[in-house]
């Protein structure tokens, strides 16, 4: 293995740009521009080896331009993908393949084709998240392994050109520094500075741990993604929507008949303008404001074998109400409140003469459970000979049900009276009354509607959120530490008579510019120049 | 209550207007030290008037939560005047770091932009619907304000780097996209003023139109029609519009957005007779004595600084947010995958800073882009894209 | 040194590489749920018939047993109805049952489509669509046939057609 050894005696990793201990500039040019400090001028494993197809790759992933370009590639298709809905949040009675062009034209056509109507569950959109998410991990490991040799290995006496190679370099000429050199070091110890003196040298420096802030954050996303990608394995996320009416008892999907819900009611809330004056006028413009969703249910845990279809035995767990913002935890299941929708329950209808539109008694029909025969007394019956509950004409003309939904529910009467014992026919839909066969003496009048709400509620089962959680907060940690925190150094060298100094931040140089001048006051050393400043004017 | 409150940010409106002549003053004379007096006068006024105004901002926030009982966040009109305060809370804070009144120079007209925008949606005190009715609502929509409006002093540190850096002897690539930035500043200038305009006379038309499913549908325009809707028939009103959109757009918004431009057009083209040359030229001089390092470095800061927020507001607290009320932390609404676009933005800023070494005016050329995708998600993602975020009603 | 970096990074990429494949394949197949073949168990199940008798598929263990999933509105439900019942009728003394599930309508519907076939067979009426959800119905007709071990010896989804298929189905599940 190559390795390069410095004038200082110092051996470095092949590639490096600074001698990893005194500084010295191992490239040979030696010029006294500025020094470039990223990494320290330490070895990046990636530029130097190149030699076998892993190699290759890994410098391929290792490069930040290549992350960079993947960001950037992401960001655009990511925008891209806002430009129409998502399927997701398009109405559900169109298909899709429709939907975009009647609504959006050909680019939405186009849009639908090139799959950005799904575009975040594509697969070379995950592909592309999972290849930041390579090049995360090669790119940290590829920098932080030599940076932290780098600061380990320096060392305080620092060779001439790497002094005269700082943005912050100042020499200050005179005699005897002994003093100030002395009120300079307790000061920079007030200032909380760590202090190495070697042979005439300092190295003063503070907050180095904020270097390591990027590798930090980057394992935190590494985590994030990981997390990501568990989700997507059977058993650890389960999504499940739950339509349950009112009243009603079903076993939770999504839970392998482990839990049954009860639907006791819903509510809906709005805001009354007594409430809050405050809220009277945007109250007036946009009418009624809900103000609560929520359904009150009863979970129970099934006992015994599951057998589908079988009454099963359950055994009360809670009662809970599901609100927005609010919902149902058990076992790793959570239900929420989503959505709710009205439904026909029942129909009512009068049995009328329709000469002296004498009203002759009042049916109720259950739209989940409407009987064959109801009997009004005085010798008047009607049957229900035919229930079309999702109501519709087929290419015949004859009625047809579309669904066992009561969405539009029609029904044949026979209705049997005292001089009509024969019994008269009429279909009844709503809006509509069809005699087929002959004018009828009798007819079914239209008496109302019963209706009921289903809950929509999802359930949820996450075993991931931790991971997500973890890796969220080890971003934000290193994020801090990177952001609000700066890695400092002061190196001040006594060679012969005059006293040399330069500084070094990984950012916010005013800061550093300030906190000079408070550590140099008054001690006769001079404040050292901004060379990118001079450069500047 | 409520009176009160809008009247404190009137108050908070006419101080920032009246520090902006003063920011001006602290600048005006070449080859000053901090040391001067006089200036430091003018500044020191300039700060006071300003964080007055803050103060009645202040007082605007605290009266409508009182008033409201809920954290006025709640809809466009609150949001943005929240953003607004935000804003100059950051520049205040900014400026004790690094004591430069041209700052206040580029962040107070922002400031007043915003804040006149914000008045241009509806100021009532609305209810909190379901989902909006916990703590979450002022953890998530407050740091995101604050992480959004540390961003805000970014782009404005840049915008002062630019005019100052940018060369104006004769026309180039940079100058003439600087150019192109202070037009669409000046064009929401221009959607403010003819929104104040015509809303004074009442102006009020409707069309009768058909959708693009063939129903029929009716719509109120607030501004003259350029742009009707498709085959649609004036009910209400004087003009007959000189075009029709097709079914698929909102002509509506492509009126006022046509409207806003022109206004625009109008205001920058009046801008270059008085000073007969370049935006960016006219304000070179006001940027004379500013070092362009200290504007690099403040618009850089400031991105360090409000990144993590914006993360922690946006991404972290929204995530939490999301799964608590709808059952997942992230759906890929419009508005979520703009704040992920907008973050990662802000990551590539910091990688090509750090890693490549983007430093002065490419720098400050991506805050001026982050900051327009800051805007875009407010603007355009709300009114425009529409989704859960949507602040529905407002 | 040089054998060993080769080494890291290669195993690196690998875990690297085999998590993203993983995790594209995971998605491509996700969603999808697990579907009833031939030679799975027949889940087991608890229906009344519109008769009020209980039929548990695991009681007929020892005679074949097809399980027709149906509904009124659907067409080709309809019209294989009149096939089934003739099996049912040619078969019923020699081992093989016949189970015809609606899928959950009102009983007033299906005793009005019943009262106009004349059907004999047990018509059940899968309520809460337990049994739908546990057989994975959809699209209708499909007909499982399953054998005398309860296991499914064959799944058919449409219509039955004729009576030659009828016949055939029948004669895969005798016992």
């Known amino acids: 293995m190559e390795r390069i050894k410095c004038g200082c005696g110092h051996v470095n990793p092949h590639g490096t740009l600074l001698c990893e201990a005194c500084g010295r500039s191992l490239t040979g040019t030696g010029a006294p521009e500025l020094l470039d400090m990223r990494y320290e001028g330490s070895a990046r494993r990636s530029q130097t080896y190149n030699k076998t197809f892993i190699d290759k790759v890994w410098n391929f992933f290792s490069s930040v331009k290549v992350g960079i370009w993947l960001i950037v590639i992401t960001l655009i298709a990511s925008g891209i993908g806002t430009i129409f809905p998502q399927k997701m949040y398009i109405p559900q009675f169109v298909p899709a393949s429709e939907f975009y062009e009647q609504k959006y034209g050909w680019p939405g056509k186009l849009y639908y084709i090139l799959g950005f109507h799904e575009l975040y569950s594509q697969w070379w959109y995950m592909i592309l998240i999972a290849l930041i998410g390579v090049s995360l991990v090669v790119c940290s490991l590829d920098r932080a392994v030599p940076l932290f040799r780098a600061l380990k290995a320096q060392r305080v006496d620092r060779h001439e050109s790497f002094m005269k190679g700082q943005r912050i370099f100042g020499i200050t000429k005179g005699e005897n520094f002994d003093e100030a050199v002395k009120a300079v070091k307790r000061n920079l110890k007030k200032k909380r500075y760590r202090i190495r003196e070697e042979n005439h040298a300092i190295l003063a420096e503070k907050g180095r741990f904020s270097r390591w802030g990027p590798y930090v954050n980057h394992i935190g996303l590494i985590i994030f993604l990981f997390g990501a990608m568990l989700r997507f394995f059977p058993g650890m996320y389960v999504d499940e929507v739950i339509d349950i009416k009112e009243g009603e008892r079903k076993e939770i999907p999504g839970t392998d008949g482990e839990y049954y819900l009860e639907n006791k009611q819903f509510i809906l809330e709005v805001y009354d303008e007594k409430e809050n004056e405050a809220f009277s006028e945007a109250l007036k413009k946009t009418g009624d404001v809900a103000k609560n969703y929520q359904t009150d249910v009863v979970l129970y845990k099934r006992k015994g074998e599951r057998v589908p279809g079988a009454e099963a035995g359950l055994i009360k767990e809670k009662e809970y109400s599901i609100q927005v913002n609010n919902p149902l935890k058990f076992d790793q299941y959570a239900i929420y409140q989503m959505d709710f929708k009205t439904v026909l329950s029942a129909m009512n209808f009068v049995l009328v003469e329709k000469e002296t539109n004498e009203p002759l008694g009042e049916i109720n029909i259950s739209l989940d459970n409407p009987k064959m025969r109801y009997n009004l007394g005085n010798g008047y019956t009607v049957e229900i000979l035919k229930y079309y509950p999702d109501f519709d004409l087929d290419d015949e003309g004859l009625p047809v049900t579309l669904s066992r939904d009561p969405n539009n529910p029609a029904f044949v009467f026979e209705m049997y009276t005292p001089d009509k014992p024969e019994g008269e026919i009429s279909l009844v839909a709503i809006q509509q009354t069809v005699e087929p066969v002959g004018e009828n003496k009798y007819k079914m009048q239209f008496a109302g509607i019963e209706t009921k709400t289903v809950s929509i509620l999802a359930l949820r089962k996450d075993l991931t959120l931790w991971i997500f959680a973890l890796g969220g907060l080890i971003f934000l940690i290193g994020l801090s530490l990177g952001s609000y925190w700066n890695h400092r150094r002061i190196w001040i060298q006594q060679r012969g008579p005059d006293i040399w100094l330069a500084a070094h931040t990984n950012k916010n140089w005013y800061g550093l510019k300030r906190e000079l001048q408070t550590v140099l006051a008054g001690t006769g050393i001079n404040e050292p120049e901004d060379r990118n400043e001079k450069k500047g004017k | ?394 | 040194m040089k054998k060993n970096r080769l080494f890291m990074r290669t195993s690196i990429l690998t875990v690297l590489a085999a998590s993203v494949i993983l995790t594209v394949y995971a998605n491509l197949t996700k969603g999808e749920r697990p579907q009833l073949k031939v030679g799975d168990v027949a889940p087991d199940f608890i229906l009344t018939d519109l008769n009020g008798n209980k039929h548990r598929l695991s009681d007929y263990e020892g005679q074949g047993v097809l399980v027709n999933f149906w509904a009124t509105y659907c067409k080709y439900c309809e019209k294989e109805m009149s096939l089934l019942e003739k099996q049912y009728q040619d078969q019923k003394d020699q081992g093989v049952q016949i189970l015809a599930v609606n899928i959950g309508e009102t009983d007033l519907v299906i005793n009005r489509f019943l009262e106009k076939h004349e059907l004999t067979f047990p018509v059940l009426n899968d309520r809460k669509q337990e049994v739908v959800d546990a057989f994975g119905v959809n699209p209708l007709p499909v007909t499982f046939l399953i054998n005398k071990h309860g296991f499914i010896a064959g799944i058919h989804t449409g219509e039955i057609t004729d009576e030659k298929m009828a016949a055939e189905m029948i004669e895969k599940i005798k016992p």
């Open chain 2, 1 to 394: 209550m409520a009176e009160l409150s809008s009247n404190l940010l009137m108050i908070a409106f006419i101080l920032y207007l009246s520090a902006i002549p003063f920011f001006g003053g602290a600048i005006r004379q070449k080859n000053i030290s901090k040391t001067e007096k006089p200036l430091k006068i003018w500044a020191t006024v300039a700060i006071f008037l300003t964080m007055t105004g803050f103060a009645a901002h202040l007082g605007y926030f605290i009266t409508r939560w009182l008033a409201a009982g809920h954290a006025p966040v709640s809809n466009l009109f609150e949001f943005i005047t929240f953003f607004g305060l935000c804003t100059v809370g950051a520049f205040i804070l900014i400026h004790f770091l690094y004591r430069t009144p041209v700052l206040g120079l580029a962040v107070l007209p922002v400031v007043l932009i915003i804040i006149a925008y914000a008045g241009m949606f509806s100021r009532d005190i609305s209810p909190l619907i379901p989902p909006l009715q916990t703590y979450w609502l002022q953890i998530h929509v407050i740091t995101v304000a604050l992480g959004q409006a540390i961003l805000a002093i970014s782009f404005a540190a840049a915008l002062i780097f630019l005019v100052k850096k940018v060369d104006q002897t004769r026309r180039n690539k940079s100058n003439v996209w600087l150019e192109v930035v202070l037009f669409l500043m000046l064009s929401v200038v221009g959607f403010i003023v003819v929104s104040v305009l015509f809303n004074a006379f009442h102006y009020s038309a409707v069309f009768q139109w058909t959708n693009q499913f063939g129903a029929e549908e009716s719509v109120e325009y607030g501004m003259p029609p350029l742009i009707g809707p498709n085959e649609g028939q004036l009910v209400k009103g004087q003009f007959e519009p000189f075009l029709e959109a097709p079914a698929i757009i909102d002509a509506k918004k492509l009126n006022t957005v046509i409207w806003s431009l022109s206004t625009g057009i109008i205001l920058y083209i009046l801008t270059r007779f008085i000073f007969r040359k370049r935006i960016g030229a006219a304000l070179k001089p006001l940027t004379g004595n500013i070092n362009e390092d200290l504007a690099d470095e403040i618009s850089y800061r400031s991105v360090l600084i409000g990144f993590p927020v914006f993360t922690l507001g946006a991404l972290v607290f929204g995530m939490i947010w999301a799964q608590i009320a709808w059952s997942r932390f992230w759906g890929w609404d419009p508005k979520e995958v703009w704040a992920l676009i907008t973050w990662l933005f802000y990551a590539a800023f910091l990688h090509l800073r750090l890693s490549k070494g983007w430093h002065g005016e490419r720098s400050a050329w991506l805050a001026v882009i982050g900051f327009a995708i800051i805007m875009f998600n407010l603007v355009a993602v709300n009114l425009v894209i529409k989704g859960l975020h949507s602040y529905a009603g407002a």
